[in-house]
């Protein structure tokens, strides 16, 4: 079984707001426990079309946790704003609008590189995804086409964030987010993870562990999917068939 490098720091999280708390509430205590020793975070925002506003609402609550903030829209040297960074954090939003503006500006190259040196990386939504092989678990619409679909590759399996499992008792005829799971699966390898609202995946020392209050579902090929506690390291269940971070640039 392949493994994660041990240097590589994520945190993965499902959304940046649950219901009754305000952006990134559900979520302080992680990131600011995760980012512990960090001062400055580079801000990527491109998963919105209103960017100024994000940064503005990201900059004002993550000082409000005692780091400092620049965007990587507002600056000349994008790739040089990502090295002199202690952080990453890439924002949620339409995930093919995320991943057009990514590649557009050569910056997942960049941003592998900086991971596999050490640097912390958080992702919310479409930046949860993007931190997988590609963006083929996303629900978002296409309303912007990338050059390609592969994503950051960080990480050798998939996030469907926002999982939602099904209502019995719906009369909504359409698919289920676990049957469009299933269809990704019939055509790819990777495994994925369904991420409730409020649940967020931290992966470092090698490990992928589950945080927050909620189980996650985890989907394989050929196998039923199961259901993992909170605080459980579920790597074993994610790294075969694995790829490192940094295998393509």
Same mark, same amino acid.
């Given at each position: 079984?392949?493994e994660?490098?041990?240097?590589i720091?994520l945190?993965?999280?499902s959304?940046?707001?649950t219901?009754g708390?305000?952006?990134?509430d559900?979520? #302080? ?5 995760f980012?512990?020793g960090v ?5 990527v925002p491109?998963a ?9 609402k990201?900059?004002?609550?993550? #000082? ?5 903030l620049?965007?990587?829209?507002d ?5 040089r704003?990502?090295d ?5 954090f890439?924002g ?6 995320l991943?057009?503006a990514l ?6 190259g960049?941003?592998?590189?900086c991971?596999?040196?050490?640097m912390?990386?958080v992702?919310s939504s ?9 963006l ?11 050059p ?7 990480v ?7 999982y939602?499992?099904?209502?019995p008792?719906?009369k ?5 987010? *676990? #049957?469009r799971?299933?269809q990704?699966?019939?055509?790819n390898?990777e495994?994925v993870?369904?991420l409730?609202?409020g649940?967020?995946?931290r992966? #470092?020392?090698g490990a992928v562990?589950l945080?927050?209050p ?16 909170p ?5 074993a269940?994610?790294? *075969?068939p694995?790829r490192l971070v940094?295998?393509?640039s």
């Amino acid at each position: 079984m392949s493994e994660i490098d041990k240097v590589i720091r994520l945190l993965l999280i499902s959304s940046s707001t649950t219901f009754g708390s305000a952006y990134l509430d559900h979520a #302080e205590f992680e990131i600011m426990d995760f980012l512990q020793g960090v001062s400055h975070i580079v801000f990527v925002p491109f998963a919105l079309h209103e960017r100024s506003g994000y940064v503005a609402k990201a900059k004002q609550r993550l #000082e409000r946790m005692g780091f400092s903030l620049t965007s990587v829209h507002d600056v000349s040297n994008m790739p040089r704003a990502i090295d002199e960074a202690d952080a990453i954090f890439v924002g949620g939003g339409n995930t093919f609008r995320l991943l057009k503006a990514l590649q557009d500006h050569d910056l997942p190259g960049p941003i592998r590189r900086c991971v596999a040196a050490g640097m912390p990386f958080v992702g919310s939504s479409a930046g949860s995804i993007v931190a997988g092989p590609s963006l083929k678990t996303t629900k978002d619409m296409p309303v912007v086409q990338p050059p390609s679909f592969e994503a950051l590759n960080l990480v050798p399996f998939q996030i469907s964030p926002h999982y939602l499992d099904p209502d019995p008792a719906s009369k909504h005829m359409g698919e289920t987010q *676990e #049957e469009r799971i299933a269809q990704f699966l019939e055509e790819n390898n990777e495994p994925v993870v369904g991420l409730r609202e409020g649940s967020m995946l931290r992966i #470092e020392a090698g490990a992928v562990r589950l945080k927050g209050p909620h189980t996650a579902r985890i989907f394989r090929r050929g196998k039923e999917p199961c259901e993992v506690a909170p605080a459980t390291d579920i790597s074993a269940l994610l790294l *075969e068939p694995a790829r490192l971070v940094g295998a393509r640039s």
